[in-house]
């Protein structure tokens, strides 16, 4: 029996040299993205772990209410992005300003906002961080420092740039 080609240059194939590129860029990378997490603080990393399931678990229940109606108006979900907002968010001071797009509710409990907030803001209660009015995409925390997604694509850039004015001066 032949035995198939292991490398471009065996058969001619670019094919197999953009593999074997990609694989040893992986390898690359593996190695030092493990070494960078044996220097990370150990508590951090499960504080980090800790967001990062809190948030998808948050969201699979937001969509689960959502879809029995008990969620009015859009739902926007954060499902698969969790490690963005975390590594974010938590590289964050308390006293950083921070303003979204619309997919926020992740972002708002890690910021501070309880989950218990955050969800009686989607189901429009009272008890809600801006008492049931602003629903998925607006929540707010003056306390937090967190100023809410915005729905229109890219208006939180001119308001977020008004708020680092009004800071500064």
Do not use: W
């Not at 029996?1 to 040893?24: C, H, M, W, Y």
């Not at 303003?99 to 907030?117: F, L, W």
Request: aromatic share 8%; hydrophobic share 40%.
């Amino acid at each position: 029996k032949k035995t198939p080609p292991r490398t471009a240059a065996d058969n001619g194939n670019d094919d197999f040299a953009i593999v074997e590129l990609a694989q040893s860029e992986y390898l690359a990378r593996r190695k030092s993205q493990l070494e960078a997490i044996k220097k990370t603080d150990k508590k951090l990393l499960r504080a980090m772990l800790y967001q990062m399931v809190l948030g998808r678990r948050f969201e699979e229940k937001c969509a689960e209410v959502y879809r029995m109606g008990k969620i009015g108006g859009f739902c926007h979900l954060y499902i698969g992005q969790e490690a963005i907002a975390v590594g974010s968010m938590l590289a964050l001071e308390p006293t950083d300003m921070v303003i979204t797009a619309y997919r926020d509710h992740v972002q708002a409990m890690i910021k501070g906002m309880s989950p218990e907030s955050v969800m009686a803001e989607l189901y429009g209660k009272i008890g809600g961080c801006v008492k049931g009015k602003g629903g998925s995409m607006h929540m707010f925390s003056k306390e937090h420092e967190f100023y809410g997604g915005h729905g229109i694509v890219g208006g939180q850039i001119g308001v977020g740039t008004g708020m680092a004015y009004a800071a500064k001066y």
